[in-house]
């Protein structure tokens, strides 16, 4: 009796401490980002492989009178050399290598922050480098700039946790340049 009771208490007490591990604070949002694709053959082959190998992700807060589009259409990824941090919040600090090839209509979550409620513009990534597998080799994947802005606005609302899965188009995302040469030029649709 004493040890089932023991047991109860035991439960009890990680519950609280598990949902207080996920919760905000009070007033706070929680955002969460995640990646995802599905395999496809393309004109340049069958890609088999895709690392991306993530540096940052950050969203940038919009300003009292800055419009915000919020949309689950793709979008072509703008190369950014704007490396002014005023009004950026960075959201995946830890360096995440992803291969969107194994993400075949499931996403997976690579970083999540709890920030204040409001509005947001933009998606910055930084990505250091990439390889494609293409008919069995792998190549280096040109990265340009390796600084990609997404004009995708969201609102975050008072004690709500939102996720932002960045779909990736691998078809319409990877040019071949040249001789097994290949360059990323994002298609993303970022779904809420």
């Known amino acids: 009796m004493k040890f089932t009771y023991l047991a109860l208490v035991v439960v009890v007490l990680v519950s609280v401490f598990m949902a207080g591990c996920t919760t905000a604070p009070a007033g706070q949002s929680t955002l969460i980002i995640a990646v995802k694709d599905a395999p496809k053959t ?4 069958t890609i088999t492989r895709l690392n991306l190998n993530f540096r940052e992700v950050s969203v940038h807060r919009a300003s009292a009178d800055q419009p915000v589009t919020e949309t689950d ?3 072509d990824a703008t190369e950014s050399d704007d490396s002014d941090t005023a009004g950026w919040i960075v959201v995946v600090s830890q360096p995440t290598t992803v291969d969107l ?7 997976e979550v690579i970083g999540q ?4 409620a409001g509005r947001y513009s933009q998606i910055r990534l930084k990505i250091d480098s990439g390889t494609i597998t293409v008919d069995g080799t792998e190549h280096n994947l040109a990265v340009p700039s390796g ?5 995708r606005g969201f609102v975050l609302q008072p004690d709500e946790t939102l996720k932002l899965t960045l779909d990736f188009n691998v078809e319409k995302s990877v040019i071949r340049t040249g001789s097994d040469q290949y360059k990323l030029k994002p298609v993303i649709a970022v779904i809420s």
Do not use: A, F, H, P
Request: proline share 0%; aromatic share 0%.
């Open 101 to 107: 090839m194994r993400l075949t209509d499931v996403s």
């Open 113 to 116: 922050k709890d920030m204040e």
């Open 147 to 151: 600084m990609l802005k997404l004009n």
């Open 73 to 75: 259409e793709e979008m």
């Open 42 to 45: 393309s004109d340049i082959g």
